[in-house]
């Protein structure tokens, strides 16, 4: 049972490891889409804020009618009075009490409203700046990256170029070689020929002066001279 519980904590581990890693190699993309669902967070947090602004437009539009018809009704009582109709008198007072306990109500909403507007609204700027820093911090990443990759590709290309050079000296080393091999061997066979080949007897009695030519033409001029 022990080693059972100790092959699962090997499997999560590598679980996690594997997980780690797939994280590792795509780290800039996951940071990337993190920054979009803030943004859509962000943006999601404004239509809220525009409907906490709304409502609290509509309530302070209300409070305004409800003031006016109490300023109404004010009046009013003062004419009943005037005619001495305390019951409508009595009644519109009634009326007005109640529109202001409604007043009251909306005000403290209308509060209520503005002070959740107001930390919405520094929410959003401080998230908005916050989300800004990221991106630039995203734009440097990214343009890390790119360098990184291509001080690698540019290595690599080194190395392969270094590999060329190498081949390139080896190859033309053997070409040098090749030919110089013919040209010895030609030698060779010249030198040979000069020794061994079907003239070369008559070369040698000619380089030593021995020549039949040439002791025909000496003969002549011999001859010659004693006539």
């Known amino acids: 049972m022990n080693v059972m519980r100790k092959i699962a904590t090997a499997l999560r581990g590598s679980v996690r490891e594997s997980a780690e890693v797939v994280i590792d190699a795509n780290a800039i993309r996951i940071f990337e889409q993190e920054i979009v669902d803030a943004e859509q967070g962000i943006a999601r947090s404004k239509q809220q804020l525009a409907y906490v602004m709304a409502e609290r437009v509509q309530l302070e539009r209300a409070n305004s009618a409800l003031r006016d018809q109490i300023l109404s009704r004010e009046q009013q009582i003062a004419k009943a009075l005037v005619i001495n109709d305390e019951v409508l008198a009595s009644e519109l007072a009634e009326d007005i009490l109640e529109k202001e306990q409604i007043v009251n109500e909306q005000l403290i909403a209308v509060q209520n409203l503005t002070t959740r507007e107001r930390n919405l609204t520094r929410k959003i700027q401080l998230s908005g700046q ?29 190395n392969s170029v270094d590999t060329n050079i190498i081949d390139l000296t080896s190859s033309l080393q053997r070409i040098k070689q090749q030919q110089q091999r013919i040209d010895d061997t030609s030698d060779a066979i010249a030198a040979i020929e000069n020794e061994i080949g079907d003239g070369a007897l008559d070369k040698k009695v000619e380089s030593a002066g021995l020549g039949t030519r040439k002791t025909d033409i000496q003969s002549i001029l011999e001859r010659v001279k004693k006539v």
């Open 130 to 158: 916050q989300i800004k820093t990221f991106r630039r911090e995203l734009g440097i990443a990214k343009a890390t990256a790119s360098a990184q990759s291509a001080s690698r590709l540019a290595g690599s290309h080194t």
